[in-house]
């Protein structure tokens, strides 16, 4: 996979109108809510594969996508690893 603008822009549309494509998951601000806690990048990556039913999307895409949803990362973790204060929304 080349990442670029249009495979960013890509996945950009799956994932914040995955409605719009016929995908039967929430959008990604639906799928996590506010947390006291900070959980770590990976496991927030690990939580949304599960959520989309592992449907292929590349980790750094991830990343990408999070910080235009919800922001620079704003914690750490118990062990160090920066993330999020996010937590899945059920």
């Known amino acids: 996979m080349e990442l670029n603008e249009a495979t960013i822009a890509t996945f950009r549309m799956l994932i914040f109108e995955p409605e719009k494509q016929g995908l039967p998951f929430p959008t990604l601000k639906e799928c996590f809510k506010p947390a006291t806690v900070a ?10 594969m599960i959520l989309i039913e592992n449907r292929p999307l590349p980790k750094v895409i991830f990343y990408i996508l999070m910080r235009e949803a919800f922001g620079d ?3 750490k973790d118990k062990d160090g690893s920066l993330g999020y204060r996010l937590r899945v929304a059920k």
Not at 39 to 48: F, I, S, V
């Open 39 to 48: 959980r770590a990048n990976d496991l927030l990556y690990a939580d949304y």
């Open 73 to 75: 990362p704003n914690g």
